[in-house]
């Protein structure tokens, strides 16, 4: 089973300033099998990456993704007061099938 | 425009049996998706439950197979979800949601499930 870190638990920025999110499996996966989630407050999770790096249907382009391997990053630029939220990096690991998300990382402004 | 709604009893009895139905709309559930359910504790971060495809097939969490059943109700457009002998850490918020190539494309609203007597 892939074991799915995010780092860091808590990152504090301003409105205006980017923001970079890590997410590191504990070996190797295919792109094809990363996503990323955003979790506001009593709301359902909405998706915004899939693939690594393709945006989810209606997400701003200022929401990027990169990465392979075991590395990939959520790259928010130009932070919006409505992008204050907790993200998710979510896995889909084929052995055993099932879904393996990171333990989230709050983005609250300073 | 896929529509999810969790609903089931908000309370139940530790060594109970959590019983939860999720109303699909806006889409069939015999089309090439499979229906999971996740689960996120208080003050903690997601977790994934299982999954069924049309066809019955299905995958689960190691952590909870022993007592997960999903279920697809055809004629309904219905994903049930069966969690039995449950603990104060089943509390959680439940949601149902729908894959759509490796990641979960449309989610319920999420119902909250707290176990207590």
């Known amino acids: 089973e892939v074991v799915v870190t995010q780092s860091p638990g808590t990152l504090s920025l301003s409105p205006g300033e980017s923001a970079t999110l890590s997410c590191r499996a504990s070996q190797s996966v295919s792109s094809s099998y990363i996503a990323w989630y955003q979790q506001k407050p009593g709301q359902a999770p909405r998706l915004l990456i899939y693939g690594a790096s393709s945006r989810a249907t209606g997400i701003p382009d200022r929401f990027s993704g990169s990465g392979s391997g075991t590395e990939f990053t959520l790259t928010i630029s130009r932070l919006e007061p409505e992008d204050f939220a907790v993200y998710y990096c979510q896995q889909y690991g084929a052995s055993p099938p099932m879904y393996n998300f990171g333990q989230g990382t709050e983005l609250e402004v300073k | 425009q896929v529509q999810l709604q969790e609903s089931g009893p908000g309370l139940v009895k530790p060594s109970g049996t959590l019983s939860l139905t999720c109303a699909v709309s806006g889409g069939s559930l015999t089309t090439r998706n499979w229906w999971s359910w996740v689960r996120r504790p208080p003050g903690k971060g997601l977790e994934w439950i299982g999954e069924m495809y049309h066809t019955g097939t299905t995958n689960y969490n190691p952590s909870l197979k022993s007592r997960v059943t999903i279920s697809l109700d055809m004629t309904k457009n219905q994903v049930s979800l069966r969690l039995t002998s449950v603990t104060a850490a089943d509390t959680a918020v439940y949601y149902c949601?729908?894959?759509?190539?490796?990641?979960?494309?449309?989610w319920g609203q999420g119902i909250l499930v707290t176990v207590s007597s």
């Open positions: 949601a729908r894959e759509g190539g490796y990641r979960l494309d449309y």
